[in-house]
């Protein structure tokens, strides 16, 4: 089974990154939830991002705010897809710079980038990236499509009484 991890630069940044992990739950995707500080615990994000792949690991979602180092750095060291979640802190400049610092990645080093406070959709696609190999979250994540469209039709029937 295809594991997802989810890694954030501080408990701070949970309250965002929570969507990522609720919504992966609900496509039955196994997630495994770290706190891992680019800047606080640097042996820590070189130990994690070389060896994640080894431990089952498909995706990495790196949430992080202010500089917002975290997926890039991942990214620079691991071989596995990442996704960067920018996250509005209480020490970034509107959330502009934790966009542009995860959006900005040099030519080798790509960092999928979400919209800010953007982790539900980090969440889908990481999920988008596991069913392209396993038809059972493929399913899933049809299911998943279908009852936003479902919703949307609704809606607009609603409009019309």
């Keep these: 089974m295809s594991k997802?991890?989810?890694?954030?630069g501080s408990i701070s940044d949970m309250p965002v990154m929570q969507d990522a992990i609720d919504i992966l739950k609900?496509?039955?995707?196994?997630v495994e939830v770290d706190i891992v500080s680019a800047h606080r615990?640097?042996?820590?994000?070189?130990?994690?991002?070389k060896n994640a792949h080894n431990r089952g690991i498909s995706v990495i979602i790196a949430?992080?705010?202010?500089?917002?180092?975290?997926p890039g750095m991942v990214a620079s060291m691991s071989p596995l897809p990442v996704i960067g979640v920018p996250v509005k802190s209480s020490n970034s400049i509107d959330g502009w710079d934790s966009v542009l610092s995860i959006l900005q990645m040099p030519g080798g080093v790509p960092v999928a980038t979400v919209a800010l406070n953007g982790a539900k959709n980090a969440g889908i696609?990481?999920?988008?990236?596991?069913?392209?190999?396993?038809?059972k979250v493929l399913?899933?994540?049809?299911?998943?499509k279908e009852e936003l469209k479902a919703a949307v039709n609704k809606a607009a029937e609603g409009l019309k009484k």
């Design 125 to 135: 696609l990481a999920a988008q990236i596991i069913g392209s190999h396993d038809k």
């Design 139 to 144: 399913d899933t994540i049809i299911s998943y």
């Design 63 to 70: 949430g992080a705010g202010g500089a917002a180092h975290l």
């Design 41 to 49: 615990t640097p042996e820590k994000l070189f130990d994690f991002s």
């Design 26 to 30: 609900q496509f039955n995707v196994e």
């Design 4 to 8: 997802v991890a989810i890694i954030m």
